[in-house]
Protein backbone atom coordinates (compact mmCIF):
# COMPACT_ATOMS: atom_id res chain seq x y z
CA UNK A 1 0.00 0.00 0.00
CA UNK A 2 1.19 3.59 -0.31
CA UNK A 3 4.34 2.24 -2.45
CA UNK A 4 5.79 4.64 -4.83
CA UNK A 5 5.02 2.93 -8.29
CA UNK A 6 7.44 4.02 -11.52
CA UNK A 7 5.81 5.16 -14.68
CA UNK A 8 6.35 1.90 -17.19
CA UNK A 9 5.09 1.12 -20.78
CA UNK A 10 3.50 -1.80 -21.71
CA UNK A 11 0.53 -2.75 -23.93
CA UNK A 12 -3.05 -2.11 -23.81
CA UNK A 13 -6.92 -3.71 -22.61
CA UNK A 14 -11.04 -2.91 -22.46
CA UNK A 15 -13.42 -1.76 -19.31
CA UNK A 16 -16.24 -2.05 -17.33
CA UNK A 17 -18.88 0.87 -17.65
CA UNK A 18 -18.08 3.55 -15.74
CA UNK A 19 -19.54 7.32 -15.12
CA UNK A 20 -17.53 10.29 -17.29
CA UNK A 21 -14.12 11.04 -16.94
CA UNK A 22 -14.11 14.38 -14.95
CA UNK A 23 -10.84 17.19 -15.39
CA UNK A 24 -11.14 19.44 -12.59
CA UNK A 25 -7.91 22.25 -13.36
CA UNK A 26 -4.78 19.33 -13.11
CA UNK A 27 -2.07 21.15 -12.34
CA UNK A 28 1.39 20.56 -14.09
CA UNK A 29 3.95 18.96 -11.99
CA UNK A 30 6.37 21.74 -13.05
CA UNK A 31 4.61 24.54 -10.55
CA UNK A 32 7.13 26.53 -8.61
CA UNK A 33 8.04 25.47 -5.27
CA UNK A 34 8.53 27.41 -1.93
CA UNK A 35 10.61 30.94 -2.98
CA UNK A 36 14.46 30.59 -2.97
CA UNK A 37 14.79 27.01 -1.86
CA UNK A 38 16.08 24.98 -5.11
CA UNK A 39 14.04 21.32 -4.52
CA UNK A 40 16.74 18.17 -4.70
CA UNK A 41 15.34 15.46 -7.60
CA UNK A 42 14.09 12.47 -6.01
CA UNK A 43 13.91 9.04 -7.27
CA UNK A 44 11.60 7.42 -4.54
CA UNK A 45 8.91 8.36 -2.68
CA UNK A 46 6.41 6.59 -0.24
CA UNK A 47 3.48 8.37 2.13
CA UNK A 48 1.97 6.45 4.76
CA UNK A 49 -0.26 7.91 7.77
CA UNK A 50 1.10 10.12 9.74
CA UNK A 51 5.03 10.80 7.87
CA UNK A 52 6.30 10.38 4.27
CA UNK A 53 10.33 9.59 3.15
CA UNK A 54 12.21 9.77 0.20
CA UNK A 55 15.21 8.65 -1.85
CA UNK A 56 17.68 11.45 -3.44
CA UNK A 57 20.33 10.02 -5.33
CA UNK A 58 20.53 7.43 -2.71
CA UNK A 59 20.60 9.55 0.47
CA UNK A 60 16.87 8.91 2.39
CA UNK A 61 15.00 12.20 3.92
CA UNK A 62 11.96 11.50 5.83
CA UNK A 63 9.37 14.16 7.33
CA UNK A 64 5.98 14.75 9.28
CA UNK A 65 5.73 12.89 12.82
CA UNK A 66 8.42 11.16 14.71
CA UNK A 67 6.52 9.91 17.94
CA UNK A 68 7.97 6.26 17.70
CA UNK A 69 11.52 7.73 16.09
CA UNK A 70 10.06 6.90 12.23
CA UNK A 71 12.06 9.86 11.03
CA UNK A 72 15.35 8.40 12.05
CA UNK A 73 15.58 10.75 14.98
CA UNK A 74 15.81 10.59 18.73
CA UNK A 75 12.40 10.57 20.03
CA UNK A 76 12.33 14.36 21.64
CA UNK A 77 13.17 15.61 18.19
CA UNK A 78 10.35 16.49 15.49
CA UNK A 79 10.66 17.77 12.25
CA UNK A 80 7.95 19.14 9.76
CA UNK A 81 10.85 19.34 7.19
CA UNK A 82 12.73 16.45 5.20
CA UNK A 83 15.69 15.33 7.47
CA UNK A 84 18.82 13.30 5.73
CA UNK A 85 19.17 9.75 7.32
CA UNK A 86 23.09 8.55 7.31
CA UNK A 87 23.97 6.65 4.49
CA UNK A 88 24.44 7.57 0.84
CA UNK A 89 23.19 3.97 -1.01
CA UNK A 90 19.89 3.55 -0.75
CA UNK A 91 17.85 2.08 -3.57
CA UNK A 92 14.38 1.96 -2.07
CA UNK A 93 12.43 3.43 1.05
CA UNK A 94 8.89 2.50 2.20
CA UNK A 95 6.72 3.64 5.07
CA UNK A 96 4.27 1.65 7.58
CA UNK A 97 2.14 3.33 9.74
CA UNK A 98 4.86 4.26 12.71
CA UNK A 99 7.96 3.10 11.10
CA UNK A 100 10.34 2.71 7.91
CA UNK A 101 12.53 0.81 5.65
CA UNK A 102 14.80 1.20 3.24
CA UNK A 103 16.77 -1.16 0.97
CA UNK A 104 20.66 -0.80 0.09
CA UNK A 105 22.29 -1.21 -3.15
CA UNK A 106 23.57 -4.23 -1.72
CA UNK A 107 20.36 -6.09 -0.78
CA UNK A 108 20.79 -5.34 2.89
CA UNK A 109 17.46 -3.84 4.60
CA UNK A 110 17.00 -1.69 7.74
CA UNK A 111 14.10 -0.77 9.55
CA UNK A 112 13.83 2.25 12.24
CA UNK A 113 10.89 2.99 14.73
CA UNK A 114 7.89 1.82 16.08
CA UNK A 115 9.01 -1.99 17.07
CA UNK A 116 5.52 -3.28 19.32
CA UNK A 117 4.45 -5.31 16.84
CA UNK A 118 8.41 -6.72 15.66
CA UNK A 119 7.83 -4.43 12.66
CA UNK A 120 11.90 -3.81 12.82
CA UNK A 121 12.04 -7.60 12.45
CA UNK A 122 15.03 -7.57 15.91
CA UNK A 123 13.94 -10.49 17.56
CA UNK A 124 12.58 -8.19 20.08
CA UNK A 125 10.03 -5.42 20.80
CA UNK A 126 12.39 -2.48 21.12
CA UNK A 127 12.01 0.84 19.30
CA UNK A 128 15.32 2.21 17.49
CA UNK A 129 15.37 5.75 16.34
CA UNK A 130 18.09 5.23 13.88
CA UNK A 131 18.43 1.98 11.12
CA UNK A 132 18.97 -1.24 12.01
CA UNK A 133 20.25 -4.37 9.89
CA UNK A 134 17.08 -7.04 9.47
CA UNK A 135 18.48 -10.46 9.37
CA UNK A 136 17.29 -11.65 6.66
CA UNK A 137 19.42 -14.84 5.17
CA UNK A 138 20.12 -13.54 1.54
CA UNK A 139 20.16 -9.77 -0.16
CA UNK A 140 16.76 -8.44 -0.93
CA UNK A 141 15.76 -7.47 -4.22
CA UNK A 142 12.36 -6.20 -3.19
CA UNK A 143 10.32 -4.06 0.01
CA UNK A 144 7.14 -3.92 0.66
CA UNK A 145 5.39 -2.20 4.14
CA UNK A 146 1.92 -2.74 5.28
CA UNK A 147 0.56 -0.68 8.77
CA UNK A 148 2.40 -3.02 10.71
CA UNK A 149 4.40 -5.17 8.69
CA UNK A 150 6.69 -5.96 5.83
CA UNK A 151 8.01 -8.26 3.36
CA UNK A 152 11.25 -8.55 1.32
CA UNK A 153 11.65 -10.48 -1.72
CA UNK A 154 15.07 -12.05 -1.74
CA UNK A 155 17.73 -12.50 -4.62
CA UNK A 156 16.99 -16.67 -4.61
CA UNK A 157 13.60 -15.63 -5.01
CA UNK A 158 12.16 -16.51 -1.40
CA UNK A 159 9.55 -13.93 0.35
CA UNK A 160 9.96 -13.44 4.07
CA UNK A 161 7.83 -11.55 6.36
CA UNK A 162 7.44 -9.69 9.38
CA UNK A 163 6.00 -7.81 12.62
CA UNK A 164 2.15 -7.59 12.92
CA UNK A 165 0.74 -11.42 12.31
CA UNK A 166 -2.83 -11.10 14.03
CA UNK A 167 -4.62 -11.43 10.95
CA UNK A 168 -2.16 -13.89 9.31
CA UNK A 169 -0.75 -11.21 7.16
CA UNK A 170 2.53 -12.21 7.69
CA UNK A 171 1.92 -15.96 5.67
CA UNK A 172 3.20 -18.75 8.54
CA UNK A 173 0.24 -20.55 8.48
CA UNK A 174 -0.44 -20.23 11.84
CA UNK A 175 -3.36 -20.26 13.97
CA UNK A 176 -5.28 -17.11 15.77
CA UNK A 177 -3.62 -17.00 19.17
CA UNK A 178 -7.16 -15.26 19.72
CA UNK A 179 -6.21 -13.74 23.92
CA UNK A 180 -3.32 -11.65 23.07
CA UNK A 181 -2.96 -11.01 19.30
CA UNK A 182 1.00 -10.60 20.11
CA UNK A 183 1.10 -14.24 20.02
CA UNK A 184 1.31 -13.86 16.13
CA UNK A 185 3.61 -11.49 15.77
CA UNK A 186 7.08 -12.42 13.81
CA UNK A 187 9.75 -10.22 15.74
CA UNK A 188 12.24 -11.49 13.46
CA UNK A 189 11.64 -12.49 9.91
CA UNK A 190 10.12 -16.13 8.58
CA UNK A 191 9.81 -17.50 5.38
CA UNK A 192 6.33 -17.40 3.58
CA UNK A 193 6.10 -20.74 2.15
CA UNK A 194 3.03 -21.85 -0.21
CA UNK A 195 0.81 -24.83 0.97
CA UNK A 196 1.63 -28.33 -0.83
CA UNK A 197 -1.32 -28.20 -3.60
CA UNK A 198 -1.18 -28.95 -7.26
CA UNK A 199 -2.17 -25.51 -8.09
CA UNK A 200 1.11 -24.27 -6.20
CA UNK A 201 3.24 -25.25 -8.99
CA UNK A 202 7.03 -24.53 -8.90
CA UNK A 203 7.13 -20.72 -10.32
CA UNK A 204 9.31 -18.37 -7.62
CA UNK A 205 7.67 -14.98 -5.93
CA UNK A 206 8.05 -11.99 -8.57
CA UNK A 207 6.61 -9.20 -6.70
CA UNK A 208 4.60 -8.70 -3.19
CA UNK A 209 2.79 -5.80 -1.41
CA UNK A 210 2.06 -5.52 1.86
CA UNK A 211 -1.78 -3.61 2.75
CA UNK A 212 -3.04 -3.29 6.43
CA UNK A 213 -4.06 -7.05 7.43
CA UNK A 214 -3.03 -8.69 4.53
CA UNK A 215 -0.66 -9.09 2.20
CA UNK A 216 -0.80 -10.31 -1.82
CA UNK A 217 1.82 -11.58 -4.20
CA UNK A 218 2.63 -12.48 -8.05
CA UNK A 219 4.21 -15.61 -8.52
CA UNK A 220 6.46 -15.73 -12.18
CA UNK A 221 3.65 -17.57 -14.10
CA UNK A 222 1.68 -14.89 -13.61
CA UNK A 223 -0.52 -16.06 -11.00
CA UNK A 224 -1.70 -14.12 -7.85
CA UNK A 225 -2.04 -15.07 -4.16
CA UNK A 226 -3.28 -13.23 -1.08
CA UNK A 227 -3.22 -14.16 2.97
CA UNK A 228 -4.17 -12.16 5.92
CA UNK A 229 -7.79 -10.69 6.64
CA UNK A 230 -10.85 -11.49 4.32
CA UNK A 231 -13.42 -10.03 6.52
CA UNK A 232 -14.44 -7.56 3.32
CA UNK A 233 -12.94 -10.44 0.91
CA UNK A 234 -10.13 -8.11 0.36
CA UNK A 235 -8.38 -11.54 -0.59
CA UNK A 236 -10.55 -11.82 -3.81
CA UNK A 237 -11.94 -14.83 -2.27
CA UNK A 238 -15.68 -14.74 -1.90
CA UNK A 239 -16.03 -17.98 0.83
CA UNK A 240 -16.79 -16.84 4.05
CA UNK A 241 -13.26 -17.09 5.52
CA UNK A 242 -12.94 -14.36 7.74
CA UNK A 243 -8.99 -14.70 7.81
CA UNK A 244 -6.31 -16.81 5.65
CA UNK A 245 -3.22 -17.47 7.24
CA UNK A 246 -1.29 -18.65 4.83
CA UNK A 247 -1.02 -17.96 0.42
CA UNK A 248 -4.01 -18.88 -0.86
CA UNK A 249 -4.53 -18.65 -4.88
CA UNK A 250 -6.63 -15.85 -6.40
CA UNK A 251 -8.88 -16.97 -9.12
CA UNK A 252 -7.10 -19.18 -12.32
CA UNK A 253 -5.93 -16.31 -14.01
CA UNK A 254 -2.11 -16.21 -14.88
CA UNK A 255 -1.91 -12.66 -16.20
CA UNK A 256 -1.32 -10.56 -13.74
CA UNK A 257 1.05 -7.59 -13.79
CA UNK A 258 1.41 -5.79 -10.34
CA UNK A 259 -0.77 -5.60 -6.90
CA UNK A 260 -1.41 -3.17 -4.66
CA UNK A 261 -2.94 -3.71 -1.11
CA UNK A 262 -4.51 -1.04 0.22
CA UNK A 263 -6.64 -1.16 3.93
CA UNK A 264 -9.96 -3.50 3.43
CA UNK A 265 -9.50 -3.96 -0.42
CA UNK A 266 -7.11 -4.85 -3.25
CA UNK A 267 -6.85 -3.64 -6.65
CA UNK A 268 -4.18 -4.94 -9.48
CA UNK A 269 -3.06 -4.19 -12.95
CA UNK A 270 -3.12 -7.18 -15.57
CA UNK A 271 -0.97 -7.67 -18.57
CA UNK A 272 -3.09 -5.62 -20.66
CA UNK A 273 -2.93 -3.25 -18.09
CA UNK A 274 -6.56 -3.00 -17.38
CA UNK A 275 -7.68 -2.39 -13.67
CA UNK A 276 -8.99 -4.73 -11.10
CA UNK A 277 -9.94 -4.42 -7.70
CA UNK A 278 -12.09 -6.28 -4.86
CA UNK A 279 -12.72 -6.08 -1.70
CA UNK A 280 -14.61 -2.85 0.63
CA UNK A 281 -15.42 -0.44 -0.99
CA UNK A 282 -14.31 1.82 2.16
CA UNK A 283 -16.65 4.94 3.05
CA UNK A 284 -19.15 4.69 0.25
CA UNK A 285 -22.16 4.82 2.55
CA UNK A 286 -20.78 7.78 5.03
CA UNK A 287 -19.72 9.74 2.06
CA UNK A 288 -16.02 9.80 3.31
CA UNK A 289 -14.32 7.53 0.73
CA UNK A 290 -14.56 5.74 -2.56
CA UNK A 291 -11.58 4.00 -3.58
CA UNK A 292 -13.54 2.03 -6.56
CA UNK A 293 -14.90 4.85 -8.06
CA UNK A 294 -17.99 2.93 -9.03
CA UNK A 295 -20.76 2.77 -6.55
CA UNK A 296 -20.71 -0.78 -5.17
CA UNK A 297 -20.09 -1.31 -1.36
CA UNK A 298 -18.27 -4.24 -2.22
CA UNK A 299 -16.97 -6.65 -4.53
CA UNK A 300 -16.18 -10.46 -3.63
CA UNK A 301 -13.85 -10.74 -6.24
CA UNK A 302 -11.25 -9.44 -8.49
CA UNK A 303 -13.65 -7.11 -10.94
CA UNK A 304 -12.61 -5.30 -13.87
CA UNK A 305 -12.90 -1.56 -13.36
CA UNK A 306 -11.17 0.05 -16.34
CA UNK A 307 -9.43 -0.70 -19.35
CA UNK A 308 -6.92 1.11 -19.06
CA UNK A 309 -4.05 1.21 -20.64
CA UNK A 310 -2.36 2.19 -17.19
CA UNK A 311 0.87 2.47 -16.33
CA UNK A 312 1.01 2.05 -12.42
CA UNK A 313 -1.28 1.87 -9.73
CA UNK A 314 -1.36 3.22 -5.75
CA UNK A 315 -3.72 2.62 -3.40
CA UNK A 316 -4.29 3.55 1.03
CA UNK A 317 -7.79 3.49 2.71
CA UNK A 318 -9.93 6.04 1.20
CA UNK A 319 -8.68 6.68 -2.54
CA UNK A 320 -6.84 5.39 -5.09
CA UNK A 321 -4.17 6.92 -8.17
CA UNK A 322 -3.22 5.61 -11.14
CA UNK A 323 -0.75 6.91 -13.94
CA UNK A 324 -1.15 6.55 -18.05
CA UNK A 325 1.50 6.38 -20.56
CA UNK A 326 1.25 10.44 -20.66
CA UNK A 327 2.17 10.83 -17.20
CA UNK A 328 -1.29 11.86 -16.37
CA UNK A 329 -2.53 11.08 -13.19
CA UNK A 330 -5.44 10.41 -11.96
CA UNK A 331 -7.36 9.73 -8.74
CA UNK A 332 -10.60 9.41 -6.82
CA UNK A 333 -12.18 9.01 -3.72
CA UNK A 334 -11.55 10.93 -0.05
CA UNK A 335 -10.73 14.73 -0.89
CA UNK A 336 -12.13 15.95 2.36
CA UNK A 337 -8.37 17.11 3.38
CA UNK A 338 -7.72 17.58 -0.28
CA UNK A 339 -5.58 14.67 -0.48
CA UNK A 340 -6.13 14.45 -4.55
CA UNK A 341 -4.49 17.46 -4.96
CA UNK A 342 -7.79 19.22 -6.36
CA UNK A 343 -10.64 21.72 -4.82
CA UNK A 344 -13.55 19.71 -3.61
CA UNK A 345 -15.96 19.52 -6.38
CA UNK A 346 -19.15 21.13 -4.50
CA UNK A 347 -18.07 20.97 -0.88
CA UNK A 348 -18.61 16.78 -1.09
CA UNK A 349 -15.31 15.92 -0.04
CA UNK A 350 -15.82 13.23 -2.25
CA UNK A 351 -14.16 12.73 -5.95
CA UNK A 352 -15.97 10.17 -8.51
CA UNK A 353 -15.13 9.06 -10.72
CA UNK A 354 -12.07 9.03 -11.65
CA UNK A 355 -10.21 12.37 -12.20
CA UNK A 356 -7.30 13.86 -13.71
CA UNK A 357 -5.43 15.74 -10.99
CA UNK A 358 -1.86 16.01 -12.18
CA UNK A 359 0.39 16.06 -15.69
CA UNK A 360 3.63 15.47 -15.99
CA UNK A 361 3.89 12.62 -13.12
CA UNK A 362 6.50 10.03 -13.04
CA UNK A 363 5.41 8.59 -9.48
CA UNK A 364 2.84 8.44 -7.27
CA UNK A 365 2.08 7.03 -3.62
CA UNK A 366 -0.93 7.50 -1.31
CA UNK A 367 -1.06 8.09 2.37
CA UNK A 368 -3.83 7.65 4.47
CA UNK A 369 -5.15 11.47 3.90
CA UNK A 370 -2.35 12.61 1.81
CA UNK A 371 -1.03 11.98 -2.23
CA UNK A 372 2.63 12.40 -3.25
CA UNK A 373 4.41 12.60 -6.32
CA UNK A 374 7.26 12.80 -8.08
CA UNK A 375 7.88 14.55 -11.29
CA UNK A 376 8.89 14.03 -14.61
CA UNK A 377 11.40 16.80 -13.65
CA UNK A 378 12.29 14.85 -10.47
CA UNK A 379 10.84 17.03 -7.69
CA UNK A 380 8.37 15.86 -5.44
CA UNK A 381 4.98 17.37 -4.33
CA UNK A 382 2.59 16.56 -1.89
CA UNK A 383 -1.42 17.47 -1.42
CA UNK A 384 -3.67 16.93 1.53
CA UNK A 385 -3.44 16.97 5.22
CA UNK A 386 -0.15 17.78 7.29
CA UNK A 387 -1.66 18.01 10.86
CA UNK A 388 2.05 15.82 11.41
CA UNK A 389 4.25 17.69 8.85
CA UNK A 390 3.23 15.07 6.08
CA UNK A 391 3.73 17.42 3.29
CA UNK A 392 7.64 18.27 4.19
CA UNK A 393 7.94 21.51 5.67
CA UNK A 394 4.03 23.59 5.28
CA UNK A 395 2.25 25.14 8.20
CA UNK A 396 -1.15 23.68 7.25
CA UNK A 397 -2.60 21.15 4.71
CA UNK A 398 -2.83 21.84 0.62
CA UNK A 399 -5.83 21.20 -1.32
CA UNK A 400 -2.96 21.27 -4.82
CA UNK A 401 -0.10 19.85 -4.47
CA UNK A 402 3.19 21.54 -3.42
CA UNK A 403 6.78 20.99 -3.90
CA UNK A 404 8.92 18.99 -1.39
CA UNK A 405 12.22 21.28 -0.66
CA UNK A 406 14.75 17.84 0.28
CA UNK A 407 18.21 20.05 1.93
CA UNK A 408 21.37 18.95 0.33
CA UNK A 409 22.53 16.48 1.58
CA UNK A 410 25.81 17.72 2.52
CA UNK A 411 23.99 20.39 4.82
CA UNK A 412 21.01 17.75 6.30
CA UNK A 413 21.08 17.22 9.99
CA UNK A 414 21.72 13.79 10.72
CA UNK A 415 20.58 11.53 13.20
CA UNK A 416 23.27 9.62 15.42
CA UNK A 417 24.78 6.28 13.43
CA UNK A 418 24.13 3.19 15.55
CA UNK A 419 27.36 2.25 17.25
Given at each position: ?????????A??G?????G????L???DA?????????????????A??V???????????C?G????G?????????S???V??????????????T???????T????C???N?????G?????P???P??????????Q?TS???????????SE?????D??????G??D?????????????S???????V???????????????????C?????G??WCW?????R?????S???QV???V???S??????I????N??CA??????L?CW??N???L?????P?????????IP???D????????????????L??????W??????E?????????G????????LV?T?????S??T??T??V?????A??A?????G?????????????D??????A?????????
Amino acid sequence: MSRARLLVAASLGACVEQGPVLSLDPIDAGAAGPVGVEPQLVDRISANDVHTCALSAGTAFCWGDNSYGELGLPLDVTSSGPVALPGSDWENIVTGVTFSCALEQTGVVQCWGDNRRGQLGQGHRDPSDHPVVVPLPAAATQLTSGFKHSCALLENSELWCWGDGNEGQIGRGDFYAGADARETDAISPELVALPVTAEAGSAPWSFVDAGEGHTCALRADGSLWCWGRNSQRQLGRPSGEGQVRQPVRVGSDRDWQSIDAGENYTCALKADRSLWCWGFNMGLLSMSGNPFGVDVPQLDIPTRLDDGPWAALSTNMFHSCLLDDAAQLWCWGRNHEGALGVENPEGTGLVQPRTLVATGVALVSTGTYTTCTVGLDGVARCAGKNDRGQLGGYDAGRSRFVDVALPAPAMAPSPPVAE
